[in-house]
């Protein structure tokens, strides 16, 4: 068996976000709006905005509406919760300046990795449940290039979202490869690693902490990947 393809995620496996991330930029952007609100009341609404959004069927219109469609709901619930009456309005500013208050850093050992893998003539893609622009954006500022990727693929291409087994098929019959030829590296449990394996690719889960969970296969950072991507295909000759 030979590795021809490494798929990734995008958000905590190749470009590094905090814990507190989605909420700490919402109160970067608040406060530049002249929007004093405390963190802990922004997760909050968070919560409640998540909860609220089930019913919206918020979650099942990802990536089939459009992505400002979709941010701008998102944002204008969370300031709905926060008791700002102009949420609507808020709204469409907090996702139009979004990107200007991320940091999109990718993690120490990304570059190296990625120009390991196209050196060995590997093919290289993303799927990410974001939106294709959203991550043409972190790309970019992350310096790392779109054109380096063999596929992009976000949760509008084919409007379907982690994990939802077809994303990572139609990835792989894209790229001409079987599932058995290639290996996707993520960062969470269910959409990415069950995803993964349920479309009968290799999983590998990627935890930069101590944590292992005995019955995952899991890795502390991608150089891992480059040595076992080798010793497979050695194995099978
Ligand atoms: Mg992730």
Redesign the pocket.
């Known amino acids: 068996m030979t590795v021809k393809a490494v798929l990734f ?5 190749l470009i590094k ?1 905090d814990v507190e991330f989605f909420e700490e930029v919402f109160q970067r952007i608040l406060t530049s709006l002249g929007v004093a609100r405390s963190l802990v009341d922004i997760k909050k609404a968070f919560l409640n905005a998540d909860n609220e959004s089930r019913n919206l069927h918020l979650l099942s219109s990802f990536g089939k509406v459009t992505c400002e469609e979709h941010w701008n709901t998102w944002d204008s619930l969370v300031l709905k919760h926060l008791g700002i009456a102009e949420h609507a309005e808020l709204g469409k500013a907090v996702h139009s300046m979004w990107f200007d208050y991320v940091d999109c850093a990718p993690f120490p050992e990304v570059k190296e990795v990625l120009s390991e893998l196209k050196q060995r003539g590997l093919k290289i893609g993303l799927i ?2 974001g939106y294709e622009e959203e991550i043409h954006i972190i790309l970019e500022k992350a310096n790392l290039e779109n054109a380096a990727f063999d596929i992009i693929i976000g949760v509008d291409t084919i409007k379907k979202v982690k994990p939802n087994p077809d994303i990572f098929r139609y990835a792989i019959s894209k790229l001409d490869v079987k599932p058995e030829e290639t290996v996707f590296v ?3 449990v269910e ?2 690693y069950k995803g993964a394996e349920n479309a009968g690719i290799h999983a590998l889960l990627v935890d930069r902490t101590e944590k292992r969970q005995s019955d995952i296969k899991t890795i502390k950072n991608l150089r891992e990947v480059l040595s076992l991507i080798r010793d497979k295909s050695q194995k099978s000759e």
Do not use: E, F, K, M
């Open positions: 995620d995008v958000g905590n496996t976000y990410s449940n993520g960062d969470n959409a990415d």
